[in-house]
Structure formats: structure tokens, C-alpha cells
């Protein structure tokens, strides 16, 4: 007997009764999976896609470059005074200050692109179909929109900084030397910052 049918001991419980009470408990687990799954792949602030879904998407775009020979990019964008930020005006503000970035970017980007919050100061923006040269004209387009928009906080306007590496993907890469590469051009470019 099923711990649903346990419920209703003493009670005269017909085989469909049971089969309907077990229907409605796989139905509400599979709910609650999904909506767990869904949590997972969204971060709670921004709600940009997070970091495991960003590396899902990008082997799905590395797999497409490598079998028809397409080319796309990686822009990582980090925000780079959001320590400064929180000393003078608080976390509140340092969210704030995401969810601005996220709103500026989702504003300047194709709908085809994907923009993802991939760390704690972080997003990473995958451009499919795009050469390199024109990925980094996109990364500085976004950098200045970020530099000439400061985040508006009421009693102050607050000037943002970031960090912006642009990570070319070729034919033949493989999705863990995308990833490296672009973890080093990040490095390279919050050194330059």
C-alpha cells in the first residue's frame, strides 16, 4: 500500500482512488522538478540565464561552429568597482547595479544572442554568426554604454567600470579550450582595467 493510501486508512480506498492520488503526487513532483530545474538555469536577481546554462548554450553554439564552419564569440563583461560600490552605498546598491548592467546590455544586444550572468560581478555574452573583428566592436559598444550610463540611485549617480574581453570561437574548437581562452582574456583585461 502506498504512503498515499496509508493517509486514508480505515477508509474503503478503491484501486482508481489510489491510482489518482499517485497520478496527482507524480504531477506535483514533476512540477516542483521543473520549477527547481527552471531556478537553476535563471539567477534570481537579473533573471539572466546563470552560468550552467550559459556553458550549455556555448557547446551548442562550439558544436554548430565546428560543423558548418560558422564563427561566433565570447564577450565576457565584468564589473570591475562593485567593491567600491558596496563600501559606499551598500549591497542594495550593488545589486541595483547589476540588474541596471543586465537591463543596458539586454538593450543593445540581437535577439539571437545569448546573455548570461556567469559570476558574482560577471555576465558573458555569446554572439553566433559574428566574426571576431566585429565581436570586439560589439565588446566596446558595451563597455561604453556601461561607462556613459551610471547607475541612478536617487541621492547619487553612481559611474560603473568594467572589465570587457572579447574570445573568438573557431571551426575546431572544443568547448573547455573556448573556456580557458576566455578565462585568461578576462584576466588580461582586468590587469588592463
Request: charge should be negative; include cysteine; aromatic fraction near 2%.
Amino acid at each position: 500500500m502506498s504512503r498515499h493510501a496509508s493517509d486514508f486508512a480505515g477508509l474503503p480506498v478503491e484501486t482508481s482512488d489510489e491510482n489518482a492520488l499517485l497520478r496527482a503526487a507524480l504531477a506535483e513532483a514533476q512540477r516542483r522538478i521543473s520549477e527547481l530545474e527552471q531556478r537553476a538555469e535563471s539567477d534570481s536577481l537579473t533573471p539572466l540565464p546563470t552560468a550552467l546554462r550559459f556553458r550549455s548554450e556555448l557547446e551548442r553554439v562550439v558544436g554548430l561552429a565546428e560543423r558548418h564552419g560558422t564563427h561566433a564569440a565570447v564577450v565576457g563583461i565584468e564589473l570591475t568597482n562593485l567593491d567600491a560600490v558596496n563600501e559606499r552605498h551598500g549591497h542594495f546598491a550593488v545589486d541595483a547595479a547589476l540588474v541596471h548592467v543586465a537591463r543596458l546590455l539586454c538593450g543593445l544586444i540581437r535577439s539571437t544572442d545569448i546573455l548570461a550572468r556567469t559570476g558574482e560581478a560577471r555576465f558573458d555574452l555569446i554572439l553566433d554568426h559574428l566574426d571576431h573583428n566585429s565581436a570586439i566592436d560589439t565588446g566596446d559598444r558595451l563597455a561604453r554604454c556601461i561607462a556613459e550610463n551610471p547607475l541612478d540611485l536617487g541621492h547619487a549617480r553612481v559611474k560603473l567600470e568594467s572589465a570587457v574581453a572579447t574570445t573568438g570561437i573557431m571551426p575546431g574548437d572544443k568547448l573547455d579550450e573556448v573556456l580557458a581562452r576566455a578565462e585568461r582574456n578576462q584576466a588580461l583585461a582586468r590587469a588592463e582595467d
